[in-house]
C-alpha cells in the first residue's frame, strides 16, 4: 500500500477536528475506487463485509486498500481531493499512484 507523508503545513491543524483520509482500493477486477473515512482500513473491512460498503464495489469484491493520503484534512478538503480524482480517467489514475502525476491537495 502507498501512503503519502505529511507536508508540515498540515501538522497545525486543530486536533480537535476529526481527521479525514483520502484513499483508494483496487477491485477485484482491477477498478480503481476512491473515497474518504477517518479509518480507511475499517473502511476496506466494510466494504469487503457489510452493506456498509459502496453499493457500486458489491460485485467486485474482494477489494484491497492501495493507497491513503494521511494528512489531517478536513471533511470539506478531503471531498474536494476526492472529487479530484475521481475526475481522472482509470491510465491518470495509475500514473497518480506511480508518482508520476502531481494533483494539488486542497487545504
Given at each position: 500500500?502507498?501512503?503519502?507523508?505529511?507536508?508540515?503545513?498540515?501538522?497545525?491543524?486543530?486536533?480537535?477536528?476529526?481527521?479525514?483520509?483520502?484513499?483508494?482500493?483496487?477491485?477485484?477486477?482491477?477498478?480503481?475506487?476512491?473515497?474518504?473515512?477517518?479509518?480507511?482500513?475499517?473502511?476496506c473491512l466494510e466494504h469487503n463485509t457489510s452493506r456498509?460498503?459502496?453499493?457500486?464495489?458489491?460485485?467486485?469484491?474482494?477489494?484491497?486498500?492501495?493507497?491513503?493520503?494521511?494528512?489531517?484534512?478536513?471533511?470539506?478538503?478531503?471531498?474536494?481531493?476526492?472529487?479530484?480524482?475521481?475526475?481522472?480517467?482509470?491510465?491518470?489514475?495509475?500514473?497518480?499512484?506511480?508518482?508520476?502525476?502531481?494533483?494539488?491537495?486542497?487545504?
Amino acid at each position: 500500500m502507498i501512503t503519502m507523508t505529511i507536508d508540515p503545513i498540515y501538522e497545525s491543524l486543530d486536533q480537535k477536528v476529526k481527521r479525514f483520509f483520502v484513499y483508494m482500493v483496487r477491485t477485484s477486477m482491477g477498478n480503481l475506487y476512491t473515497g474518504i473515512s477517518v479509518d480507511p482500513e475499517r473502511r476496506c473491512l466494510e466494504h469487503n463485509t457489510s452493506r456498509k460498503g459502496a453499493r457500486s464495489l458489491r460485485g467486485q469484491r474482494p477489494v484491497k486498500l492501495i493507497w491513503t493520503l494521511d494528512i489531517p484534512l478536513t471533511q470539506s478538503s478531503a471531498l474536494k481531493f476526492e472529487h479530484k480524482l475521481k475526475q481522472l480517467s482509470h491510465q491518470d489514475k495509475e500514473r497518480f499512484l506511480h508518482g508520476d502525476l502531481p494533483i494539488e491537495i486542497p487545504k
